[in-house]
C-alpha cells in the first residue's frame, strides 16, 4: 500500500518559447501565473512514527525556493533550456529529488484547463 501528498505552489513569471513559428502565440514574450504541485509518497511501513509521508512544513523550503527563483523572472533567463511546461516539470523533479527523496510525481500549470507532468 502506497500513500501520497500533493501541495500546491503558485508563482509569476514571462517565457517565451524557441522552435516555433514566427506567428505562433508562444514564440512571443508572455506571462503565465503559473501552478506547481508536488506529490510524495512512501510505502505504508515508511511513513513516519505519526503517520506522515512527510510533513507539509517541510514543503516550506520548496516554497522559498520558488518565491527567490521564478517568481516574477523571465525563466528564459532562469532555465538553461527551452521553458516548457513538460521541461519545468523535469527540471524541478531534478533539482528537489536529493532533498525530498519521496518526490513521486511534477506536476506544471500554465492556465487553469492544461497541466503537464513528469513521473520518472
Avoid at 514571462?14 to 514564440?27: E, F, T, Y
Avoid at 517568481?71 to 516548457?84: A, G, K
Wanted: proline fraction near 5%.
Amino acid at each position: 500500500m502506497t500513500f501520497g501528498i500533493s501541495k500546491e505552489f503558485r508563482f509569476s513569471a514571462s517565457h517565451r518559447l524557441d522552435g516555433l513559428a514566427p506567428d505562433h502565440q508562444c514564440s512571443r514574450l508572455h506571462g503565465h501565473n503559473y501552478v506547481v504541485e508536488l506529490t510524495l509518497s512512501a510505502p505504508s511501513d515508511a511513513l513516519s512514527k505519526v503517520g506522515f509521508v512527510r510533513d507539509y512544513g517541510d514543503l516550506k523550503e520548496f516554497s522559498r525556493w520558488l518565491d527567490t527563483e521564478m517568481d516574477h523572472r523571465h525563466l528564459n533567463d532562469v532555465v538553461p533550456f527551452n521553458p516548457t511546461a513538460e521541461n519545468l516539470c523535469r527540471w524541478i523533479f531534478e533539482q528537489w529529488i536529493s532533498r525530498y527523496p519521496e518526490l513521486s510525481t511534477v506536476r506544471v500549470s500554465e492556465t487553469v484547463k492544461t497541466w503537464a507532468e513528469y513521473r520518472p
